[in-house]
């Protein structure tokens, strides 16, 4: 068995030391010195869920029942031979696997040593047995099972006991303040095509960008929409990264399949049936990690989902979903409100981002009607518009000023649902002012999607965070367009209060997503998704929601 | 007597679309009419094709890289329904050829409503062909799409037609119209229409037509809204109580209702609500 997990023990052992000098008696006390060993163990003895296909034989891990070569995805377990030198004649460490259903564990040989399923539930190690060691499986996130250690007296009497718990990792997604890996984006040639979008990504990212084929993919390039990323991690660095794939089910659909499923990358899928447009990536997003007003900490933020109400009605992501993600515990998701929008995600107003500066290190950034209007009524009316008088109908900034439906819509959006979600956040994350930013957005109503609506500006909130090989915070914006001159920026009404907004750590990308994704009622983020490196450890992070 | 049917068809080409006209003539004419009546019902026909063809023809320059309008496909947007995206779609030069394909109905119902949409972005004319679906589109998918974009339109060019529209048997339409009407600036010609569907039978007529009462300043309506504030529908409760803070603040808040929608169960209504009372 090749296994790559080890519990380390040194403190322990460096008891155990102290403990075999401690011998006022003149004879050794092993009961003690084991007693101390076992109470000095770790309660939880952290693993991941086995759910990859290690050995790419097209079956998920677990079940490959007994193959597991090429595995590493076990943790290992290690009982030290100087603990079972100790035991008398007659005495055994019994080793109980308890609820042991999704747990197992299997000797370095292969040996299938401990498993509820199979009634194997009982290993005795005596002394002169040499250093033992279990290498643990689980078969799914959160799965538990108990390990009970006994040191048994020759008389059958129990001298000690000491109960571990055996968890694996929970499914943990990936929040903005966790450094990018890989980004994807279908380079596009329809519709106007997206190459600036795309070399701006390449330029920055080098080969850490991928670009998906649009042949392959049906023209899909809602790549935020039909996955999201999510990792499981264990000890010693290891990690799992599975893809939460989305019962969406347009073109993409098959792409993880493809293109991500193998060794440590996992597809799965929870849910089925016909999906609404919440059922989408876009419409899942995480905090950054926080601690709320009742003081309760969440290491690895919190998700939070859109949902669309329609009379007494809510359409949200499947419950299939939303319940698995509930279970994990850790990440705890709350919804908002997001009936205004035609689309209906929550990437599409808000978002979070990296910065060093903030009291937390991040901060929300949050679509601001009010600051549309008061930087175009500052404005000269007579500038021209080109991209809004082919994509909106409004040729100059007077047009957008003067139509007074738009901006009664969009009074109603701001005081309806974006201070509603402020107001929201605020409670749930303890947000103070400091860290919420505010950016110029305007909503337009859309034709053939009721009286919902989508951006006007090019929502600059729907962005993505990324890392170049540097480390180097990135972000890819959508260009706001709200110039004449489109290659001067300087020139442009919306990019300083943009660039006022964002830290200053960051390096703006400003992204032409305007034909492809801005005209089809996305942005940048919807068209891109990106793996992440965890960076906290749930196993000493987040226990309190274990328990 | 004897019927005479005379065909003629015409072919040409624009923008790389083959276009084919048909015309048909009719005579009705006694046994024994000389031959030279059928050549000028002939000759008549042809100049009618030929005129149709340079008409045609004489439109703006199409450019280089011009694209076929006849065949051009939307694209699917993110939330599922389809949309022309590129924005070169929307210069004058392509209008007619997708004025064309719209009032042709070549497509079927979603691309057909594509079409009205981005027809109502365009720079060239396309308020006809838009006002046509809105008037005669088999399909109320298409008609409400349609409709929206007249609210770019000129009012004396789509009075008529919101104001058929508002009475569509359709109610996404006639809730699309009412939205339309108060998003136009000058929809307050059409106040009447819209206090009228204060009493529509479908919640969302009437939550579009207390909206679009308070976005085009109606005041002389405001005395038909306090009605709507007990509505079932918490979309027409809200909407009736902006409108009403819009053209009467003071009015409305002594609104007898009031104190019974600050702890309304819809959070935009009791937060509405409150506000107005503050």
């Not at chain 1, 403190?11 to 003149?26: E, P």
């Not at chain 1, 499923?261 to 059922?279: K, T």
């Not at chain 1, 003067?402 to 509603?420: S, V």
């Not at chain 2, 009012?155 to 339309?180: F, K, P, Q, Y």
Request: hydrophobic share 40%; glycine share 8%.
């Amino acid at each position: 068995m090749n296994t790559t997990k080890r519990i380390l023990l040194g403190s322990i052992l460096a008891t155990l030391v102290i403990g075999c000098g401690d011998d006022t008696a003149g004879t050794t006390v092993p009961e003690v010195t084991i007693k101390s060993f076992l109470e000095g163990m770790d309660e939880v003895v952290a693993g991941i869920a086995n759910i990859d296909d290690d050995n790419s034989n097209g079956k998920e891990d677990w079940k490959d029942g007994g193959d597991v070569a090429g595995e590493n995805d076990l943790v290992e377990f290690t009982f030290p031979a100087q603990i079972l030198a100790m035991l008398g004649d007659g005495e055994l460490l019994r080793v109980t696997l308890v609820g042991g259903q999704s747990v197992r564990a299997w000797a370095t040989s292969g040996d299938l040593m401990l498993e509820g399923a199979s009634g194997l539930t009982t290993l005795e190690w005596m002394s002169g047995d040499g250093e033992q060691t279990l290498h643990i499986e689980h078969d799914y996130f959160l799965s538990e099972a108990k390990l009970k250690l006994e040191h048994v007296g020759a008389a059958g009497g129990v001298f000690t006991r000491r109960n571990l718990r055996l968890v694996a990792g929970p499914l943990i997604l990936n929040n903005h303040l966790m450094p990018s890996e890989d980004t994807w984006v279908m380079k596009v040639t329809s519709w106007g095509g997206n190459t600036q979008m795309i070399d701006s990504f390449s330029s920055v990212l080098g080969n850490r960008f991928h670009e998906i084929s649009q042949n392959a993919y049906g023209s899909d390039v809602w790549v935020q929409d039909e996955i999201e990323f999510a990792t499981s991690s264990g000890p010693n660095g290891h990690r799992v990264d599975v893809v939460v794939d989305l019962i969406r089910d347009r073109g993409l659909d098959p792409f993880p399949e493809n293109e991500l499923e193998g060794p440590d990358m996992a597809v799965m899928v929870w849910g089925s049936g016909n999906a609404s447009s919440q059922d989408s990536g876009g419409n899942l997003e995480i905090t950054p990690p926080f601690t709320d007003a009742d003081g309760i900490e969440y290491p690895f933020g919190r998700i939070y989902y859109g949902e669309w109400s329609y009379g007494n009605s809510t359409t949200t992501m499947h419950n299939d979903l939303t319940t698995f993600m509930e279970e994990q515990k850790v990440q705890d998701p709350f919804t908002l409100d997001t009936s205004f929008l035609c689309v209906g995600h929550v990437d599409e107003f808000m978002t979070f981002v990296p910065d060093s500066t903030a009291p937390r290190g991040f901060r929300l950034i949050m679509s601001d009607v009010d600051m549309a209007y008061e930087i175009l009524d500052a404005a000269d009316p007579n500038i021209s518009l080109s991209r809004y008088n082919s994509g909106h109908g409004f040729s100059d900034v007077g047009e957008i000023i003067e139509d007074n439906a738009l901006r009664q819509l969009n009074n109603e959006i701001q005081e309806d649902y974006i201070d509603t979600t402020i107001a929201t956040l605020r409670s749930t994350m303890n947000l103070s002012d400091e860290e919420i930013v505010l950016i110029p957005a305007l909503f337009e109503t859309v034709s053939q999607c009721y009286d919902t609506n989508a951006a006007l500006i090019p929502g600059t909130a729907n962005l993505i965070v990324g890392h170049d090989a540097d480390g180097a915070l990135e972000l890819f914006i959508p260009d706001p367009f709200m110039r004449t001159n489109e290659n001067d920026y300087a020139s442009d009404l919306m990019i300083p209060a943009f660039e006022a907004a964002f830290p200053a750590e960051a390096n703006l990308n400003w992204v032409d997503d305007w034909d492809v994704y801005h005209m089809g009622l996305g942005e940048v983020h919807c068209g891109t998704n990106v793996t992440r490196t965890p960076t906290t450890n749930w196993w000493t992070e987040a226990l309190h929601f274990l328990d | 007597v004897t019927a005479f049917l005379l065909a003629t068809c015409g072919v040409y080409a624009r923008n790389e679309v083959y276009i084919v006209e048909f015309h048909l003539y009719g005579a009705l004419f006694q046994t024994g009419v000389k031959l030279k009546r059928l050549l000028a019902i002939a000759i008549f026909g042809s100049v009618y094709a030929g005129i149709a063809f340079l008409a045609q023809s004489s439109n703006a320059a199409v450019p280089a890289d011009s694209v076929d309008v006849m065949t051009v496909e939307p694209a699917t947007t993110r939330a599922g329904f389809l949309r022309f995206t590129d924005s070169t779609l929307t210069e004058a030069v392509y209008a007619p050829g997708l004025s064309s394909r719209l009032t042709n109905a070549v497509d079927g119902p979603t691309v057909r409503a594509a079409l009205a949409e981005l027809l109502s972005r365009s720079e060239g004319e396309w308020v006809d062909a838009v006002v046509y679906t809105v008037q005669h589109d088999a399909d109320p998918a298409v008609r409400e799409a349609a409709v929206v974009g007249l609210k770019r339109a000129t009012w004396s060019a789509v009075e008529s037609t919101l104001l058929a529209a508002i009475t569509d048997e359709d109610a996404g339409v006639r809730a699309m119209t009412a939205m339309t009407i108060g998003a136009h600036p000058e929809g307050a010609n059409a106040t009447l229409a819209l206090v009228s569907s204060l009493t529509d039978t479908d919640s969302d007529v009437r939550a579009m037509a207390a909206r679009s009462i308070g976005w085009v300043g109606a005041v002389d309506a405001f005395s038909a809204l306090p009605a709507l504030l007990d509505d079932a529908s918490a979309d027409v409760r809200l909407r009736a109580l902006r409108a009403m803070r819009t053209l009467d603040p003071v009015a409305t808040s002594r609104a007898s209702q009031l104190s019974s929608l600050k702890t309304d169960a819809d959070i935009r209504v009791s937060n509405l609500a409150n506000k107005i009372n503050e």
